[in-house]
C-alpha cells in the first residue's frame, strides 16, 4: 500500500539535546511538508521540499533544519535552538495541485 | 500565518442531524481543501474545491465555494458517531509560485449516539 510513515510514534526530549524525526513516503510525490500542531492552533509550517536538494522555511522554521537527499525522505531535525519543541509534528506529501497525504504524527516531549 | 478561520470552533449534535461548519479565508486562492483528524492522528484529506467550482459532493460531504465572500462551508449529512473528529479547512494561494497549505484552527465535531 502506498502511504507516509512517520517514526517514532513518540519521542523524549532532554534539554539541549538534538533529535531527529523520520519521515518516508512511497507515493512518488514531489512535495513534502512539516507542520508542527499545538493544542488550538492548527497546524503551522515548518519547512517544505518541492524537489531533491531544495526545501524551503515555512513560518516556524527557527530551531529546525530538514534535508532531502531522495525523494522519499524528508527528515526533520529539531535542534536545541528550538525553546518550546513538546508539539505533535505531522509530515506530508503531495502532487503539485491536489490533497496531501499526511503521516500519523511524532508526539515530541522535552523530559 | 492562519489563512483559513473555521466556524464554530466547536460543534456538538445529535447523531443523524446535519453538521454545517464554515471556513473564510483572506487572500486568492487557487483551491480549498477540507481535511479531518481523529485525535491524536494525522489529518486526511476530504475534498478539494477549486476556485472556479462552486459545489461539489462525496458521498455524504457537500462542500461549497464563494469567492466573492472568501468562505466556504462543509456540510455533513445523517451525521454519524464516527464522525466524531476535528475538521480543517486549508487554502492553497493562487500565484505563489508553489504549493502550500495554510491551515485554520479547525472545527471540533461531536456527534452523540
Known amino acids: 500500500d502506498g502511504g507516509i510513515t512517520q517514526s517514532p510514534k513518540y519521542l523524549f526530549r532532554k534539554e539541549g539535546q538534538n533529535v531527529t524525526l523520520s519521515c518516508e513516503q512511497n507515493?512518488?510525490?514531489?512535495?513534502m511538508y512539516w507542520y508542527r500542531q499545538d493544542p488550538g492552533q492548527g497546524l503551522r509550517l515548518i519547512y517544505y521540499?518541492?524537489?531533491?536538494?531544495?526545501?524551503q522555511k515555512g513560518d516556524i522554521a527557527e530551531g529546525y533544519s530538514v534535508s532531502r537527499e531522495k525523494k522519499e525522505s524528508f527528515p526533520l531535525t529539531v535542534t536545541s535552538a528550538q525553546k518550546n519543541p513538546t508539539a505533535f509534528y505531522l509530515c506530508?506529501?503531495?502532487?503539485?495541485?491536489?490533497?496531501?497525504?499526511f503521516g500519523s504524527g511524532t508526539r515530541l516531549t522535552v523530559v | 500565518s492562519q489563512q483559513g478561520e473555521e466556524d464554530p470552533q466547536a460543534l456538538s449534535i445529535q447523531e443523524g442531524e446535519n453538521a454545517t461548519m464554515n471556513c473564510s479565508y483572506k487572500?486568492?486562492?487557487?483551491?480549498l481543501q477540507w481535511y479531518r483528524q481523529n485525535s491524536g492522528r494525522g489529518l486526511v484529506h476530504l475534498i478539494l474545491?477549486?476556485?472556479?467550482?462552486r459545489e461539489k459532493h462525496s458521498g455524504r460531504l457537500r462542500v461549497t465555494l464563494d469567492t466573492s465572500k472568501k468562505s466556504s462551508s462543509l456540510l455533513i449529512t445523517a451525521s454519524r458517531a464516527a464522525d466524531t473528529a476535528s475538521y480543517f479547512c486549508?487554502?492553497?494561494?493562487?500565484?505563489?509560485?508553489?504549493?502550500?497549505?495554510?491551515f485554520g484552527k479547525g472545527t471540533k465535531l461531536s456527534v452523540i449516539p
Open positions: 506530508a506529501s503531495s502532487q503539485q495541485d491536489g490533497g496531501y497525504t
Open positions: 507515493l512518488n510525490h514531489d512535495a
Open positions: 521540499s518541492q524537489i531533491v536538494n531544495d526545501f
Open positions: 487572500t486568492s486562492i487557487n483551491n
Open positions: 474545491i477549486r476556485s472556479n467550482e
Open positions: 486549508a487554502t492553497a494561494r493562487s500565484g505563489a509560485g508553489s504549493y502550500q497549505l495554510t
